[in-house]
């Protein structure tokens, strides 16, 4: 599909990623599902590598989520193998072979045990992954294998993206300078016909990986788990954190000593996350919903949520209109404390409506300017609490029926 | 918008609607919203008519669900007063007046009491809703009043439904045959813009209103509850049971007795429910979703619903597509008991998987051929325990884009 889709009008450049001390790429074309582009890509990983790991929540995951899953617990990674086309989902028996298959290929092509090897597949769904395919161009990966290949990777993982992301950030670690490169993709929260958000961080820090695991956890909460497209949890979500350890840092779990790393580590994700949101299938706009005075964070993060998934919601603002009545509907129906007659809303940083009514005579021509506008910024107050979050989705439009109204067809 | 969009292509014809004993109406233009069309209705019900009703569970609901919730606590009803047009929804203090003035015009009209009028408002939200234009009319509507006017009710109702909606039936209680009416209108589980989806029923039998309470919450939880047009849970949603008691029948509360009438009670909410579904927003498909297999019914249910509420699944079958990919995702999601290596998913019939594989060979020309039609039937086995669910929804189409991302401007 990539190359089909015109590039979407939210697209940003992809930053220059620098070689990554301890990470090596090689991509290549199997030929599984793409004509004429690369679908696979291998990373060899610097011995002493730590990982870290979050999955998707869906109940019902992926042959390459279970087996990540399942080597995850060691705690140590010495290469990546994602394939693109293919997402190795509801494939039964035959799907944890595959996933087995690719891994003992890559194992036994770098000299390490399968249970050091990470695997992501994204692509259709139900259909059986070929993974002799992959193994068939692994003596060639290893071959090509170059430190300076991020542009490429984040390319060679892409479905329905229209466009390549990543992110790059330094941070100071124990003295010295520490480098992290992300790459991601996804063109909604989820596209099962062609599986889904996957993101690979790497870095050349050395840290733990007990450390690693609770910095990416804690910062996908706030970026990757704060964004949706079309509120479908997809059945391959997976993001890794690979730490090479070959900046020369000395290890260290100290959350003082880590504060900076964590900083950068956030920026990366936060990057990413928006990448996906501007690769949104069909998007025109990208919203930005904020909720204060929820009662919790919590609270202000599942009303946000509930506003960001609306199809009412997300129309309008397709519509161009600011419509806060759909807005209020969403956080009545949310669930969450709510109090009708406390609520606030604000487009474009204009109260159109307080107390549970619309503000008289409030300035409309900056909301409709906004409105136009491809960056929509709402705001919505409870009126109950302290509680606030920031939640990011795009527009739903004509486009995202195109694309999945017809894709497999 | 009546008249402007093509009728549903699922549409059913109103079926004849019969006088109910103790129920007349009439109907008048108030020229609130529409131009050239009734929008305002006025059903006088016999002294001793008892009542029931079901709202929304939003937590925003309109000034008329708040003043229904509170009078419905005296179990007799002398009027229902709906109009089309204005919600009446997030009105503030004003919207509160609007209500209250609108039943002491009805009550004095009629006279009666407020707490014996019933109000329901549908239409564009957050704006004010001018009462005294209802109140201008209610003496004409009183002057006209008469007891065939269904056909006509179930069209002063309507907002973008492209089709009126009504059901009948006769059920046999205490000795005597007792009839019972219906009248609905939406076409979205909501569309807040125009919010949204009312019914109301009109029954001659005699019937104590706990009872006519208890028959009419459970009789919504498998039919009005089992639908979704779009996941958005309206700020207006009402069902109102009236029961005149001039059928002749002796008052019974006891269920055996009931029994029939529950019956054609249920079969009335079926239809009202399913007529909804087949004027949902750019609806081309009527989706029946059986889900078997669940650990309860009520995780059959919810299973059911996020299947129903999926874009990715809608959109699929919008593009006859039959995905059944998408619906493991959204199985998966769902956060219920689900195995996905026990998983069956059926099309018309044709199981296409099994334990959580494609079943191989299975015969696809039916499926295709399914697909194509314009009532679609998918089941899911989940292959765990005995609990089992239908719910209903139609395809996502561009038709939805279009009504909702250019409604209001």
């Known amino acids: 599909m990539v190359g089909q889709l015109p590039v979407s009008p939210l697209a940003l450049p992809l930053p220059e990623l620098p070689p990554i001390a301890g990470v090596r790429m090689a991509t290549a074309a199997t030929g599984i599902r793409y004509k004429g582009r690369t679908d696979v890509l ?10 870290a790991g ?23 990674a010495r290469a990546l193998v994602v394939n693109a086309g293919n997402a190795n989902v509801f494939t039964g028996a035959a799907g944890a072979r595959a996933a087995e ?11 390490t045990q399968p249970g050091q090897i990470f695997l992501a597949s ?24 170059t430190a300076d290949r991020f542009a490429e990777a984040a390319c060679a993982i892409m479905t329905t993206d229209t466009f390549p992301k990543g992110a790059t950030r330094t941070a100071r670690l124990g003295g010295v300078e520490v480098r ?3 790459i991601a993709k996804g063109s909604g929260m989820i596209a099962p016909d062609m599986a889904t958000m996957l993101s690979f961080i ?9 450390a690693l695991q609770a910095m990416l956890s804690k910062g996908v909460e706030n970026t990757f ?17 690979f730490a090479t350890g070959q900046a020369g840092n000395k290890p260290t779990q100290d959350p003082g000593a880590l504060a900076d790393f964590r900083r950068a580590l956030h920026e990366v994700l936060h990057d990413l996350a928006m990448m996906v949101v501007r690769d949104g299938e069909g998007a025109q706009k990208l919203v930005t919903i904020n909720v204060e005075g929820a009662v919790s964070h919590a609270s202000a993060k599942r009303i946000g949520m509930v506003i960001a998934n609306s199809p009412l919601v997300k129309t309008a603002i397709a519509g161009e209109d600011a419509n806060w009545g759909r807005i209020v509907m969403a956080v009545g129906k ?66 995202y029926i195109d694309i999945n109204g017809s894709y497999r067809s």
Request: glycine fraction near 12%.
């Open 42 to 51: 291998l990373a060899e990983l610097a011995e002493g590598t730590n990982v």
């Open 334 to 399: 949310a669930g969450e404390p709510a109090d009708r007659d406390k609520l606030g809303v604000a487009v474009g940083g204009v109260w159109m409506a307080q107390n549970g009514g619309v503000v008289p005579g409030y300035n409309e021509a900056p909301v409709v300017q906004h409105m136009k506008g491809r960056e929509i910024e709402i705001t919505v107050d409870i009126g109950l609490g302290d509680g606030h979050a920031t939640v990011w989705t795009c527009d739903l439009t004509h486009g």
């Open 180 to 182: 992290i490169n992300g």
């Open 225 to 241: 788990n704060c964004i949706t497209i079309d509120s479908d949890t997809s059945t391959s979500d997976t993001v890794l954190l």
């Open 122 to 145: 994204t692509g259709v769904i139900g259909e059986p992954l070929p993974a002799e395919k992959i193994v068939a161009v692994m003596d060639a990966l290893k071959a090509d294998l």
């Open 101 to 111: 298959t690719t891994a003992a290929a890559a194992a036994a092509t770098l000299g």
């Open 202 to 210: 790497f870095t050349d820090a050395a840290i733990p990986a007990p």
């Open 54 to 76: 979050v999955f998707t929540r869906n109940q019902c995951p992926g042959a390459p989520v279970s087996w990540c899953r399942e080597v995850l617990s060691g705690g140590t």
